[in-house]
Structure formats: C-alpha cells, structure tokens
C-alpha cells in the first residue's frame, strides 16, 4: 500500500509540530529513537543522543500537550481505519479487551495507588483496548485499575468500549473479544446492551442452568444457558500450548455461529500478545523507572504511537513484524523497529551511527585504520 509511508510521516510530522520548542522537538525523536532501537530494551539511561536527566524532564516536568498528541494520532489512526473497504459483506472491527501488568518493586509514592496486586503480581495494572481492522493493529484506549472495592477490571472494559468512536461503529460490525478475566454477566450482558457481538473466553468449571460445569458440554457450536446471562450462548473450545502441554481452554459467542467459527474467532483475541511483549520487553515498560504519574502516563502514550507507526507502514504485510496472529513464534520486531527508526527518522538514524562510530575509533586506530566520512552528491 503506498500510502502506508505518508500515513507514517504525515502523523509523526504532525506530533513533531505539536513540540512548543526545538529542544522538545529534538527530545521526542531521541524518545522514539530509543523504542526503535533494536540493540537496546527501551530505557531513557540508553539514549545515547539526550541524558537521561534531559528525557526525565521531557517525561515528567516539560508542558508539552499530551492530550493534543492522543487526539492528533486517533485522528490519523481512524482516518485510516474508515479506509479499509473490502468488497462483499460489512467489515468486521474487532475491539480486543485485555488486561496486562506492568510488574514493579520497591515504592512509588507519586502514584502508589495505582500499583497493586492482582492474580499474585504486584505492579500497575492496565485494562486495553486494542482494534483489528483488516491489517492494522491499534492501541487505542486504555485505564488503570485501581485496585479492590474500586471498579472491576470488567466495569473498566466496558467503560472503554463505550468511548468508541461512532464513526467506527457506523462503518463496521463490532465484534468484542476477551479472555475468561471478562466473562462476568455483567461484562457479557453489558456488551449485548451496546448491541456488540461478544466472543469471550470462559472457564471450564463455570456452571450452565442445568447445573453442569462447562467442560462436560460435548459438541462445537452447542447453545448453553450461562448461569446468570440474559439468553442462550454458542460455545466452543480450541486448545493452547502451556509449559509444553495442550490446555482446553472454552469460548462463547453471544450470536448463533458454527463452532469452528467461534474456535476460528476465539484464536483472534491473541492477536494483542504480540503487542504486550513488545511494549513489556522492547519498550521498556517491564522495567520502566518513572516516578511521576505524569510521567507514566506520557511513557505510555508515546510507546503505544511508537507501536502505531511501526504498524503504519512496516506492518504491511503483518506478517512482517511483531503483530502476528500465526500461532507459530512471532516474526521479528527489531527489523521492524530498526526500518521504522531508518525510514522516519534518517537523519536520527545516522547520528546514532555516526555516535557509534566515533566510540570505535580507538579501537579502529589501535588495528591500524582510520576510518573517514565523505560527502557525496546524489
């Protein structure tokens, strides 16, 4: 598609104009030169082109507009999503709910109520959504959860869901997928109330009206009453590889389809793994050192648009990238990463080589070389 490029460019031009100074302009770059970085995890004492100290005050104190960079990138991201028209039936926009932790040790005092333990990890955790349309994979939304007696983390995915644009509801037909964390009546119901499609990961001993457990159901597609649904569900299961063991794990839909179709569609939630390992591991946001929430807040976004832009146009084929929905290991993100940084931010890319170079010359002159740049013209 060769409109992936300028889509790219256009969107990261447009955050660039968003910096209210050079020295903000500059900082941006060097924060999205370190996510794209393939040699290095995403840290801001890896930068080889800004201190440390001059990215945590870009983080954490500088008073650039970060809801304006959150609405100029939906902007381009929907844009490009109404474009997608394949011929034949109405497309399917697939809103995948999911919650990842961010695990932390030690304190943080600037924002300890957001750092809790849940399912025995301590850290902050975060309810997403993200969008599949067609080939685009998008981190769109996402919210703490705050912890217990405060709202579930199914209450928050319905929140998020109801932020959807309507324009994306007007073009496609929404189809929520989630894992067993939302198979509560309340996320269930409150997905048919906004009158979406939900298929949801269930667990097994989760009991039906007859008083039978959900594992003894026999047959792919079966209509089962959920105990506590407002109607009948299709159910189907699929299995995953777990610690070198094939687990059965169930699915419902919430619309009568054929059970292959539901297991098909039930695989589909997956697709948001791709991005939690490479916001978690290649982003940094495993091990991320901010001790503003302001600072969190502005980590996040920016790795979530780094993730965008990656996708734009190195995304197509996605088959090329961490963005998969093979069920075989993952293609590789540092090639992704490292055409993006080279593709959008050249000039970037060749400081950071010609740092490189300058820290080997010492030992280039201590084999007998020397090593010259000359300007060419093209």
């Known amino acids: 598609m060769n409109t992936i490029l300028p889509c790219a460019q256009a969107l990261l031009y447009t955050l660039i104009g968003l910096m209210p100074s050079p020295y903000q302009n500059e900082s941006l770059k060097a924060v999205l030169a370190i996510f794209w970085e393939p040699q290095r995890i995403a840290l801001p004492?890896?930068?080889?082109?800004?201190?440390?100290?001059?990215l945590s005050r870009f983080m954490n104190e500088y008073g650039w507009p970060t809801r304006a960079v959150i609405r100029a990138t939906r902007k381009h991201v929907l844009k490009e999503l109404l474009k997608y028209a394949p011929s034949g039936k109405r497309p399917h926009l697939q809103v995948i709910i999911d919650l990842t932790t961010l695990e932390k040790r030690g304190k943080f005092k600037a924002f300890a109520k957001l750092i809790h333990i849940l399912h025995g990890k301590r850290g902050l955790?975060?309810?997403?959504?993200?969008?599949?349309?067609?080939?685009?994979?998008?981190?769109?939304?996402?919210?703490?959860?705050?912890?217990?007696?405060t709202v579930t983390p199914a209450q928050l995915g319905l929140k998020l869901l109801?932020?959807?644009?309507?324009?994306?509801?007007?073009?496609?037909?929404?189809?929520?997928?989630?894992?067993?964390?939302f198979s509560s009546v309340e996320f269930v119901n409150g997905v048919e109330k906004l009158r979406h499609q939900a298929i949801v990961g269930i667990p097994k001993n989760r009991l039906m009206a007859n008083g039978r457990a959900v594992k003894t159901?026999?047959?792919k597609g079966q209509q089962v009453q959920i105990t506590g649904f407002e109607r009948m569900v299709n159910a189907s299961w699929f299995?995953?590889?777990r610690n070198g063991k094939l687990v059965k794990r169930f699915v419902i839909s919430t619309r009568v389809l054929k059970g292959s179709t539901i297991t098909w569609w039930g695989w589909r939630r997956w697709a948001i793994e791709g991005f939690f390992k490479t916001v978690k591991y290649q982003f940094g946001l495993a091990s991320f050192g901010q001790q503003k929430l302001l600072g969190v807040y502005r980590w996040l976004i920016l790795s979530f648009i780094s993730f965008v832009l990656t996708h734009c146009w190195a995304g197509n084929p996605p088959s090329r990238v961490y963005l998969s929905l093979q069920r075989i290991a993952l293609p590789d993100w540092k090639e992704a990463a490292l055409l993006t940084l080279q593709q959008l931010l050249p000039k970037t890319a060749v400081n950071l080589l010609l740092i490189e170079i300058?820290?080997?010359?010492?030992l280039l002159a201590s084999q007998g070389l020397a090593l010259e740049l000359v300007s060419i013209q093209i």
Do not use: Q
């Not at 959807?164 to 067993?180: G, Q």
């Open 45 to 54: 004492e890896h930068c080889v082109m800004k201190s440390a100290a001059a």
């Open 125 to 149: 955790h975060l309810v997403v959504m993200y969008l599949v349309v067609g080939t685009w994979r998008v981190p769109w939304a996402f919210r703490p959860w705050r912890g217990k007696d």
């Open 162 to 181: 109801r932020t959807l644009p309507k324009k994306l509801i007007n073009r496609f037909r929404v189809l929520v997928l989630a894992d067993t964390g």
């Open 217 to 219: 159901i026999t047959k």
């Open 239 to 241: 299995y995953l590889e």
């Open 358 to 362: 300058e820290s080997k010359r010492e």
